[in-house]
């Protein structure tokens, strides 16, 4: 399954930044709605210490929405807006293997893959 980004994502990327991810078809990295404890995408730990910190001191955020690899999801901006792509890529982490992005259900349009 697909989602598509119909609304601009909250969080803390510049706002041109978050707008640039409208209209683009991201695959699931798991099926269906995830109840995921967030951190900021700038803010937030980049080691797995500091995220199991952040979890266990209660400064993440629950919400329920979409996991997408953060690779997949950067290569895909990539191609509609390199310039939001490099941002990414300079301010945050999730271009590596194995880091999830996640968007909110409520900016979310689910397309399956038929």
Known sequence: ?????????????????????????????????????????????????????????GNTQGEIGYLVEGCVAINLLNESNPDAA????ENTHFEKQGKYLFFNEKVCHVISNS
Do not use: D, F
């Open 1 to 57: 399954m697909k989602v598509r980004i119909v609304e601009v994502p909250q969080g803390e990327a510049p706002l041109e930044i978050r707008k640039s991810w409208v209209g683009i078809e991201l695959p699931l990295a798991k099926e269906g709605l995830q109840n995921c404890r967030t951190v900021g995408v700038v803010s937030g730990p980049k080691t797995i210490l500091g995220q199991l910190w952040k979890l266990l001191s």
């Open 86 to 89: 490099k941002w990414w890529s």
